[in-house]
C-alpha cells in the first residue's frame, strides 16, 4: 500500500524509487544502495525516457552500481517497464521530463559501424579465435574451450565432412570458416559487410581453402553443402527474413543443411532495446522463433531449435572480465566515457539473458524430403536416472 501510495502521489524521484522497490532494487545516493545516484536529473530521465535514459545517465555519470548486471536483470525480471506503462502516475510524470528536454548527450563518435570499430578492443575482450557471439558452456570451463565447443557444436549440426562446401553469411573475422577448414577440411566460403572485417579474415584464413567476400547476403551465388549464419539474423529486419530464406534456399545444395545461430526475443518488436539501438547495434531486430518459422514456411523443415541463451549470460561477463582487465592499455586509446559504455553494454545484456528477456537460437533447416542423416546429435542425451536415497 505504501509503494502504491508513493507511485500515486509522489514526485519523480518517489516514484521511480517506489517502482525500484517494487523489483528489489534500491535507489538512493548511499554506497550501500544498490543504485547510487550522483546526479537528480537521473528521475526524471530515466522515468522520461526509460531504459534508453537509464542507458544514457550511466554513461554520462549519473548513477553507479557495484552490481549493474544483477540491476538490469531485477529490473527486467520485475517487468517493471511494462508494470510503468501501466499507471497513469507514472505516464503523467514521463510526459512532464520529456517536456523539460533534458540536455542528453548524443555522442556522434560513439554510433560508428559496430563492427569496424578498432581491432584491439576485439582481441583483448573476445576469445583467442575471435568469435563474436554466444559461447557454449556445457562441457568448457574456459572462454576459449566454450567457443571452440560452439563452433563443434554448429559444424556438427551442418552435417560438414571433409570436402563439404560451407558457406557462411555473416562470417565476421573468419572464425567458423578457418574453425571448419582446419578440422574438417571443408572448402568454406565467407562473406561480410564489412571490408575491416574481410581484411582481418583473409589473413587469418591464409593458407586455408577458404574464400572472403565483402558482399551482402543477397548477393551471394553458388550451391553449397551447409549454409550458416551466426550472429547475423539479428541484422536482416523482420521485412527481409522471407528474402534471407530465399537466399538460403537458392544457395543450398540438394540434401543440404542450413543453421542459424541468432539471438531472438520472446515477442515480436520492431527494434531491439532504444539504447541498444542509439550506440550499440544501430538497425537490429530479434527474431522470435514464430518469426523465424514464418519465414522458413513452404521452404525449409524446422529440424531442431536449441536455446542457448543462458550461456550468453557467462559469455558477456567473460568478455567485460577481459575487457576490464585490458582497460589499462585500452584506456590510453579511449574516452572514460567509452568505458562506461562498453561496460554498460556488456554487462545490461547479462542482465538481460540472465532474466530470459532475450535468447539465444540454433535453428538447423532442411528442405521437406532431406534425410535425417545427423538424428543422434540433434536429440538430447539420455542418462540412466539414479535411485533416490
Known amino acids: 500500500m505504501q509503494r502504491t501510495s508513493a507511485i500515486r502521489k509522489g514526485g519523480a524521484k518517489e516514484v521511480l524509487r517506489a517502482l525500484f522497490r517494487e523489483a528489489g532494487v534500491t535507489l538512493g545516493p548511499q554506497a550501500e544502495d544498490d543504485v547510487q545516484v550522483r546526479d537528480s536529473r537521473f528521475y526524471d530521465r530515466v522515468l522520461g525516457h526509460g531504459t534508453l535514459g537509464l542507458g544514457e545517465s550511466y554513461v554520462d555519470g549519473w548513477w553507479d552500481s557495484q552490481d549493474l548486471d544483477a540491476v538490469i536483470h531485477s529490473l527486467l525480471s520485475a517487468g517493471l517497464q511494462a508494470r510503468a506503462a501501466r499507471s497513469p502516475r507514472v505516464v503523467s510524470l514521463a510526459l512532464r521530463a520529456r517536456a523539460r528536454n533534458l540536455q542528453r548527450k548524443r555522442s556522434a563518435r560513439y554510433v560508428r559501424a559496430h563492427y569496424d570499430r578498432d581491432l584491439e578492443l576485439f582481441e583483448a575482450m573476445l576469445d583467442a579465435r575471435m568469435v563474436y557471439s554466444c559461447a557454449y558452456w556445457r562441457h568448457a570451463s574456459t ?198 559504455l562498453w561496460r554498460y553494454y556488456l554487462l545490461s545484456c547479462a542482465g538481460a539473458f540472465r532474466a530470459r528477456t532475450t535468447q539465444v537460437l540454433q535453428v538447423v533447416l532442411t528442405r521437406p524430403g532431406t534425410p535425417r542423416r545427423h538424428l543422434s546429435l540433434l536429440e538430447p542425451e539420455i542418462t540412466t536416472p539414479q535411485p533416490i536415497g
Not at 575491416?196 to 586455408?208: D, H, K, N, Y
Not at 523482420?238 to 526475443?265: P, Q, W
Open 143 to 340: 572462454l576459449d574451450e566454450a567457443q571452440e565447443a560452439k563452433l563443434e557444436l554448429i559444424c556438427r549440426k551442418a552435417g560438414l565432412h571433409e570436402g563439404s562446401t560451407l558457406l557462411d553469411i555473416g562470417c565476421g573475422w573468419g572464425s567458423l570458416v578457418r574453425y571448419a577448414a582446419e578440422r574438417y577440411g571443408v572448402r568454406a566460403t565467407g562473406i561480410t559487410v564489412s571490408p575491416a572485417q574481410t581484411e582481418v579474415a583473409r589473413s587469418r584464413c591464409a593458407g586455408l581453402p577458404v574464400e572472403i567476400r565483402t558482399q551482402d547476403y543477397r548477393d551471394v551465388d553458388g550451391s553449397y553443402d551447409a549454409v550458416v549464419s551466426v550472429g547475423m539474423f539479428e541484422h536482416v529486419g523482420t521485412r527481409n527474413f522471407r528474402t534471407y530464406m530465399k537466399t538460403v534456399d537458392r544457395c543450398l545444395a540438394s540434401e543440404g543443411v542450413a543453421l542459424i545461430h541468432t539471438i531472438a526475443g520472446n515477442e515480436p518488436t520492431r527494434h531491439i532495446d532504444p539504447w541498444i539501438h542509439r550506440y550499440i547495434f544501430p538497425g537490429a531486430v530479434l527474431p522470435t522463433p514464430a518469426q523465424i518459422a514464418a519465414a522458413a514456411e513452404g521452404r525449409f523443415i524446422l529440424e531442431d531449435v536449441h536455446n542457448l541463451g543462458p550461456d550468453y549470460d557467462r559469455t558477456l561477463l567473460e568478455w567485460h572480465r577481459n575487457f576490464e582487465e585490458a582497460w589499462p592499455r585500452l584506456g590510453e586509446r579511449y574516452e572514460e566515457r567509452f568505458h562506461r
